[in-house]
């Protein structure tokens, strides 16, 4: 048996945010009990230079992203104190809104005495202005096990006259004061605007409407989304026209092997459409939404099940309005990586306009550094920041051509589709995800090596000539295996990060076509340190048998894993994403 490997490693030499905080750590011994040491002693140790987030503290949602149509700018936010944020004219460098990371929007008005939660931007709303539309909260705790209590969650507006550095609340009660009548709602926030013409047709809307479609659910009922539609000019009145997508309560997408499950609740739900190029406004309706789950089939139990998914599907009219999905996949399958926020950054954008990008929909993922603030005993203090921004994703539709007609090609209810259909072999269509390209090119401009291909003779780990000496780098892989390797169940991969004390292992494993992150050994200080967890972290990819020359082959495993400090990414075949800490 044999495997033909070749791997070219590109070491990252772009740098979005750095700092000079400085400690006197041995990082060539065993680590103490991490909590012992000084505050802020390990804010530069697992830092990343690549990703987005804060100056220090906690960073959330990423939320509220637009495109400047004055300046062309990209505006990407998060949660921090509020909603905070920066720009970004090539999706590699960015420069905060306000000093410090300051945020531009707080809570403490009339509509939200206790928070402020996720918001959409309409980029030419309220006098032609960004105009964020946000969860305004006024009672807590809010969480899908509990009753809720009526009033917690409102929809309200704020504008901004300063280009984005500060969002201005209106003096007036909340756009949307309540959830729809006689509801007993588990959650409804995180507003996200959008425009849709397959939508304007469906239900005979202006063209150019603007929609909110808010997530949430329904105590013993199930998950769903609310859509509401613009009603004037000013924003200032949205019409309900129902729950246009639910699910029942803790169902999954077929089996739940491609696509998770819908819990009991919907949060952070996007709306937009693509074709196989990106962005398209008449493309097929997407979404990209959070769900809350628990393992009890029945009786709600708090738990720390968060999945990311995405689902296609289309938009029926007949006498109610509905979204109904015909394939779902999960955005990102890491423990960690959670709340995908994005928007359309057109081609007149200043990115789009660089590298001669189409229109495309840009997505940010959260990982949390906490595993939502379950992870207790992290040394909080001495890192003095929590969580990051993953890197920027653009999503489209992608064709999988020339695949053999088999079973594994005919599952059902799975994260593809069949959009051709042949003699002996077909097309298959699913979401596109890959690392925005132009983040992927700063990644990928500094200096770099090739290893050149390994054949071995047993499945295994790839050795290289030459390994990364940097915490930072990129590594592209190609792995190719015989048509056995699917009946053996062999796995095959690669180390990063291997000293005498750590290493982190990636690998492919047919027996449940999974790519694995082996964390079992990735970080020393999980031994003495409670918080840094080492749960080793999986996500499924089939590899289909393809036709090449009219012969069958098993599909190359095309990798791109990033290491950025304490972040790795991997990415593979266009349609897959895994993101974890390696810390």
């Known amino acids: 048996m044999k495997l033909s490997t070749g791997i070219s490693v590109i070491l990252a030499n772009r740098a979005v945010a750095f700092n000079l905080h400085k400690s006197h750590i041995d990082y060539n011994s065993a680590p103490p009990n991490l909590s012992t040491l000084p505050n802020a002693s390990l804010f530069d140790t697992w830092r990343p230079r690549a990703h987005l987030l804060p100056p220090s503290g906690k960073i959330g949602d990423p939320c509220g992203q637009y495109t400047d149509p004055k300046t062309g700018l990209f505006h990407v936010g998060w949660l921090h104190d509020g909603i905070a944020g920066a720009t970004t004219d090539d999706l590699a460098t960015y420069q905060d809104l306000n000093p410090n990371g300051a945020p531009s929007i707080i809570a403490g008005g009339k509509n939200d005495p206790l928070a402020v939660f996720d918001g959409s931007v309409i980029p030419n709303g309220i006098d032609g202005m960004p105009t964020l539309l946000y969860t305004s909260v006024s009672y807590l705790p809010i969480h899908w096990s509990i009753p809720y209590t009526r009033g917690s969650e ?11 550095r500060n969002f201005t609340k209106l003096s007036q009660g909340p756009m949307i004061p309540s959830p729809p009548f006689a509801v007993n709602v588990t959650a409804f926030r995180d507003p996200y605007a959008f425009q849709s013409p397959v939508l304007d047709k469906a239900i005979n809307s202006t063209q150019g409407t603007w929609y909110s479609a808010i997530s949430g ?26 729950q246009w997508w639910n699910e029942p309560v803790n169902t999954t997408w077929g089996n739940g092997d491609w696509a998770g499950g819908w819990g009991f609740n919907f949060e952070v739900g996007n709306v937009f ?16 939404l959070g769900t809350e789950g628990s393992e009890a089939p029945i009786l709600p139990q708090v738990s720390s099940i968060h999945d990311m998914l995405w689902v296609a599907g289309n938009i029926t009219n007949d006498g109610s309005l509905a979204f109904n999905p015909t394939m779902a996949g999960v955005l990102d399958w890491g423990l960690s990586a959670y709340a995908a926020a994005g928007k359309v950054l057109p081609a007149s954008s200043q990115a789009a306009a660089k590298s001669g990008a189409p229109d495309r929909f840009i997505s940010y993922l959260w990982l949390t550094g906490d595993l939502y603030e379950l992870a207790k005993g992290f040394p909080t203090a001495q890192q003095n920041w929590t969580g990051t921004l993953l890197l920027p994703r653009e999503l489209n539709v992608r064709t999988i051509p020339n695949v053999v007609d088999n079973e594994l090609s005919r599952e059902s209810l799975a994260s593809w589709r069949v959009s051709r ?9 699913t979401m596109g995800i890959s690392i925005a390209r132009e983040t992927y090119s700063a990644l990928t401009s500094g200096p770099s090596f090739v290893e050149s291909g390994k054949t071995l003779s047993k499945a295994g780990l790839v050795a290289f000539n030459t390994s990364p000496s940097s915490k930072f780098f990129a590594l592209a892989a190609n792995i190719s295996f015989p048509v056995s390797a699917r009946d053996s169940g062999i796995q095959a991969g690669f180390q990063v990060l291997s000293s005498g004390l750590e290493s982190t292992t ?54 791109t894993v990033v290491v950025d400090n304490g972040v790795l990414e991997v990415y593979a075949n266009g349609r897959f994403a895994l993101s974890t800490w390696t810390r």
């Not at 409102?154 to 984005?164: E, I, N, P």
């Not at 259909?421 to 269509?429: A, I, K, N, S």
Request: hydrophobic share 30%; proline share 1%; net charge negative.
């Open 273 to 288: 459409s693509l074709n196989t190029d990106g962005y398209s406004e008449n493309g097929e309706v997407f979404m990209t």
């Open 506 to 559: 990636i690998y492919y494993q047919f027996s449940n076509e999974s790519i694995i992150i082996d964390r079992s050994n990735t970080s020393a200080a999980a031994k003495t340190t409670d918080g840094i967890l080492s749960d080793n972290e999986a996500g499924r990819l089939r590899l289909f048998d393809v036709l090449e020359n009219e012969k069958e082959r098993i599909e190359t495993l095309e990798l």
């Open 154 to 164: 409102t929809q309200s507006l704020a504008v901004s006259y300063d280009g984005g």
């Open 217 to 242: 659910g329904v105590h013993d009922v199930g998950p769903c989304q609310f859509l509401y539609r613009q009603h004037d000019t000013d924003f200032q009145y949205w019409e309900y026209l129902g």
């Open 421 to 429: 259909e042949g003699t002996g072999d077909v097309d298959l269509q």
